[in-house]
């Protein structure tokens, strides 16, 4: 049974810095495709980061250059720093799993087969 579990949102001024973990259980996630998704009250889903089972990473532009996607294959945690944060970063953060080894092609919520239940992020300005 895969279970992914959030950890490391909360409440920051604008500017500020936070690191979200993401611990798979019953999913090895260097062996697959592993995403950061984000909902704002009242929007879509949409896809913030994604990295494959080569370490290769994808951003969406709205976060890139303050936003890194790592992990850590030995605790088996998908991580999300997120610096420079903007009141508009402000939702409720999710990883994601797919059993593909790569993530081309793999960005909308309907791509992904495992979810966790998710960790609140807002930002003051």
């Known amino acids: 049974q895969v279970q992914l579990v959030e950890s490391g949102g909360g409440s920051v001024q604008a500017g500020g810095s936070l690191r979200l973990s993401c611990a798979a259980s019953?999913?090895?996630?260097?062996?697959?495709?592993m995403g950061w998704f984000r909902q704002a009250p009242g929007k879509e889903r949409e896809g913030v980061a994604s990295?494959?089972?080569?370490?290769?990473?994808s951003y969406a532009d709205s976060v890139k250059g303050r936003f890194t996607i790592s992990q850590d294959n030995a605790k088996n945690t998908l991580y999300l720093q997120m610096n420079s944060l903007k009141p508009e970063d402000t939702a409720m953060y999710y990883c994601?799993?797919?059993?593909?080894?790569?993530?081309?092609?793999?960005?909308?919520?309907?791509?992904?087969?495992?979810w966790g239940q998710g960790t609140q992020v807002t930002v003051s300005s």
């Open positions: 019953g999913y090895t996630i260097s062996s697959g495709c």
């Open positions: 990295i494959d089972s080569d370490g290769n990473t």
């Open positions: 994601a799993a797919e059993e593909v080894p790569y993530c081309s092609g793999y960005t909308q919520e309907a791509d992904f087969r495992y």
